[in-house]
């Protein structure tokens, strides 16, 4: 079970809009529509920011989005802030696993 | 409120075993999965697993099998983690997270439990 595959980095100025891509495969994103990303800050815990590909819960701004398309999902930050720069992970469930992705840095500019 | 409570930091050596505990409050802990987590120094999470703490039932990737025993005690609403045969690439800050049983995403984690492995 090999880790979900993001960029490394990521950046943009602030008000740009951003994309992270997260590439699994046909046991895990390809499958299920069951992908959710986590924000991490430096020191912290990760908090969810979407659940199953595009939800978000309660609380999270709506400057963040998802999609899928095959075996790649994406999150997408609109009108980017700098309390956005922070690491973002996806994970996709697989037949009673998770799998994580390998983390994106998001630098604001 | 809802919240995940973890055991201390853990400054352990290799071979050796350590267990971080994981207490729930606030919600009913037999309706929630708990997964284990962990994070290298600088890098990225790690799944290493789940506990269904209803019926016991536990799920690890293949990495952990053999080495991780995940239990809980549901007169205290705490999930334990216990690692064994440790070296030194288990050094992790080692989290805990819930997930409802009718989803797919933890909403809701620890801290973290910082464990070292060291000679």
């Known amino acids: 079970q090999s880790a979900l595959t993001q960029p490394a980095s990521v950046s943009g100025s602030p008000g740009q809009s951003i994309t992270i891509s997260c590439t699994g495969t046909s046991s895990d994103v390809g499958t299920y529509n069951f992908v959710s990303w986590y924000q991490q800050y430096p020191g912290k815990a990760p908090k969810l920011i979407l659940y199953d590909v595009s939800n978000r819960p309660s609380g999270v701004s709506y400057r963040f989005s998802g999609s899928k398309s095959g075996y790649t999902a994406s999150l997408t930050i609109s009108g980017l802030q700098a309390e956005d720069e922070a690491a973002y992970y996806c994970?996709?469930?697989?037949?009673?696993?998770?799998?994580f992705g390998t983390g994106t840095e998001v630098t604001v500019l | 409120q809802v919240q995940l409570v973890q055991s201390g930091a853990e400054v352990t050596k290799p071979g050796a075993s350590v267990r971080v505990s994981c207490k729930a409050s606030g919600y009913t802990f037999t309706d929630y999965y708990i997964h284990w987590v962990r994070q290298a120094p600088g890098q990225g999470l790690e799944w290493m697993g789940w506990?269904?703490?209803?019926?016991?039932?536990?799920e690890f990737p293949q990495k952990f099998q053999g080495r991780v025993t995940m239990t809980r005690d549901t007169s205290i609403s705490t999930a334990y983690m216990e690692l064994g045969r440790l070296g030194s690439d288990d050094t992790a800050v080692y989290y805990c997270a819930r997930q409802y049983y009718y989803s797919y995403f933890m909403d809701v984690w620890g801290k973290g439990t910082t464990v070292t492995v060291s000679s």
């Open positions: 994970t996709s469930y697989a037949t009673g696993l998770y799998v």
């Open positions: 506990i269904n703490p209803n019926s016991g039932g536990t």
